[in-house]
């Protein structure tokens, strides 16, 4: 999940609540520019600009799945960098905001 910050991001208490009830869900928090409130509540996992090499050790599940949800050019990607890790496409689904577009 990658935001500008805190301020920000979209449904954080849901994704939360997610990783506290369903044992396998993990998460990952990519702030670009995080608030000191974002560094003082320690609210994110990375900064930055994403990229997702620096989870390639996470990735190693065949058969995990990942969701990306946002705008056209963030999931396309988001997805490129997961196909770059060894990721099966089939196991990349997305949800767009906007107009409909193949990834």
Aim: proline residues 5%.
């Amino acid at each position: 999940m990658r935001q500008r910050n805190g301020d920000v991001h979209a449904f954080a208490d849901e994704v939360k609540a997610l990783g506290e009830t369903l044992p396998k869900f993990t998460s990952h928090v990519w702030y670009r520019s995080p608030s000191e409130a974002d560094r003082q509540a320690d609210a994110f996992d990375s900064e930055g600009l994403m990229d997702l090499s620096a989870l390639a050790d996470k990735i190693g599940d065949p058969q995990m799945q990942f969701y990306l949800c946002g705008p056209v050019a963030f999931m396309q990607f988001a997805a490129q960098q997961l196909v770059e890790l060894g990721v099966n496409k089939d196991n990349i689904h997305y949800e767009c905001f906007g107009p409909h577009k193949v990834l």
